[in-house]
């Protein structure tokens, strides 16, 4: 019958539309993806800060009062200029994240897999789509303790960049 021809039309309009979607949703997760501003040069350091606000390079635990995380954008011709978030994740020689909610930590989706990802703070820069260098200061309520810390910043919920800190 017309009218059973008519539906079947309108199922196959409707898969059509619903792959075009999934075409679509594809093709923005790759322009997120690529859109993603990796880092380079990601260096971390312990400081402990003396009573004049200098701070003073150091290397074992129980001394540092401060830890900088450096890093530097790198050109990335998709990403547009503006503002643009990375997130400071630093885990602890155990596999635990260090977070305290009340500092600024606080969770992101990975766009990798989509598990949430504790971070432990963030930072905002103004992007100018070149290479420039951004600093990230962590500074505890608790001691650090000794061992191998990993650090990794993530953009857009991708990981931009990875390093790793030794604490005596």
């Avoid at 978030?85 to 990798?112: C, D, K, W, Y």
């Avoid at 191998?148 to 005596?168: D, P, S």
Wanted: charged share 30%; glycine share 6%; proline share 3%.
């Amino acid at each position: 019958s017309q009218r059973t021809v008519l539906e079947e039309q309108n199922e196959d309009l409707l898969t059509d539309q619903e792959r075009l979607k999934q075409k679509q949703q594809k093709m923005l997760e790759k322009i997120n993806r690529a859109s993603v501003i990796e880092v380079q040069n990601l260096i971390s350091e312990g400081f402990k800060v003396n009573n004049n606000g200098k701070l003073r390079s150091r290397r074992r635990a129980r001394n540092i009062d401060l830890l900088k995380v450096c890093f530097s954008t790198t050109s990335n011709p998709v990403a547009q200029a503006g503002k643009e978030t990375f997130h400071l994740r630093i885990i602890n020689p155990i596999g635990e994240t260090i977070a305290v909610e009340t500092m600024g930590s606080g969770v992101i989706q990975s766009q990798t897999n989509q598990e949430l990802i504790r971070f432990t703070t963030f930072t905002e820069v103004d992007y100018r789509q070149k290479p420039e260098q951004y600093c990230i200061d962590w500074k505890p309520i608790t001691p650090f303790m000794e061992g191998l810390y990993e650090i990794e910043l993530y953009n857009k919920g991708y990981r931009a960049g990875k390093t790793t800190f030794e604490m005596r």
